[in-house]
């Protein structure tokens, strides 16, 4: 089979993780896999990790542009692929595509709240979540199947302590982008837990445009101290340290699913996460502790009550391992799009 994956910009985000891991399942399982990158926008890195089989097409039009010569560049390179499965992973690409395309177009939806402009060009339409399908459903009435993402699990080094021997260390994973994943919110617990005199070191990972305005807030709440921005990492260093931690915390307002929670909890270290998406990953409590989105107060409080149980909380994470293990591994999600294409 030859599948070919679409997608505006190749940055470092949840999207392009799971599309660089289903890609390289696909090729391993024999199918020839083909990755049009259309905006000018592309990290390098990223790119590295994919396998050396699959064909990179860069378009390279600039965001947001109606250059109708990248439109045509696109349009005419994929012709040569008419009649392959056309997977996108942004749902304005079919409206750059030429109707000949479309009975051949697979859409993911990453995230609740997506326009609905091109949504009727696709013949099939897959949500990474049931919130993602539910929102969609009730907002659209239009359909989609349910494929979760996956994780290479084997990747991942194990947490074996739940002994605290100093401050709390606590890890964020997400974008810089306070309106959606949330930052401001943890940042706002620590202090209220800072006024508690419990110790904690908290290290965000990513990179965005909400960083001088979190850096802002670390100094109104005189955290200097105890938090650190990293920047952005390799998922081999986030793969070989999360378990070095005491915490994940996923605090956004609006995540359809949620990676880096699965990640976490097949480091089997605890989580705490708030938004639709990440809720539903750990089953209400079942796999972690939640907070309602929003809310510092109950953050912190959850925070306190982890730290305080901190000692008895590896059954909890023995349990979220074994379920993430079984239910999110990246060769049953890419697997899932090969039967239902």
Not at 130 to 143: A, C, P
Not at 160 to 168: C, R, V, W
């Amino acid at each position: 089979m030859i599948i070919v994956h679409l997608i505006c910009s190749f940055t470092t985000g949840g999207a392009e993780t799971m599309l660089v891991d289903i890609a390289n399942e696909q090729v391993s399982r024999g199918h020839q896999v083909v990755l049009f990158i259309i905006n000018d926008v592309v990290e390098e890195r990223l790119l590295s990790y994919l396998d050396k089989q699959i064909s990179i097409i860069k378009i390279g039009r600039k965001p947001g542009s109606r250059d109708i010569g990248s439109i045509i560049k696109l349009n005419t390179k994929l012709y040569r692929y008419k009649g392959a499965v056309m997977h996108c992973h942004d749902s304005v690409i079919a409206g750059m595509l030429a109707p000949v395309f479309y009975k051949f177009l697979s859409l993911t939806l990453h995230t609740t709240g997506v326009s609905e402009k091109f949504l009727g060009r696709y013949a099939k339409i897959f949500s990474i979540s049931d919130s993602v399908q539910q929102e969609l459903k009730q907002r659209t009435g239009i359909y989609s199947s349910v494929i979760y993402n996956g994780v290479a699990i084997n990747r991942i080094r194990q947490k074996d302590s739940y002994e605290l021997l100093g401050p709390l260390k606590i890890i964020v994973v997400s974008r810089l982008d306070y309106r959606i994943k949330g930052q401001h919110i943890l940042l706002d617990a620590l202090s209220i837990i800072k006024s508690r005199n419990i110790k904690f070191k908290v290290d965000f990972i990513g990179e965005g445009k909400s960083l001088e305005y979190l850096l802002s807030l670390v100094q109104t709440y005189n955290l200097e101290d105890s938090v650190n921005f990293l920047g952005l990492k390799s998922r081999e260093y986030i793969y070989e340290n999360l378990s070095t931690y005491d915490l994940f915390v996923q605090p956004s307002i609006i995540e359809g699913f949620g990676l880096t929670v699965i990640e976490a909890m097949l480091a089997r270290v605890p989580v705490l996460v708030s938004g639709d998406g990440p809720v539903e990953i750990i089953q209400t409590d079942q796999y972690g502790f939640a907070f309602d989105k929003g809310n510092a107060k109950e953050c912190a409080k959850k925070i306190m009550n982890i730290y305080y149980s901190y000692s008895q909380l590896k059954p909890l994470t023995d349990l979220a391992f074994k379920y993430a293990q079984k239910n999110f591994s990246i060769s049953a999600t890419a697997l899932a799009y090969i039967e239902s294409y």
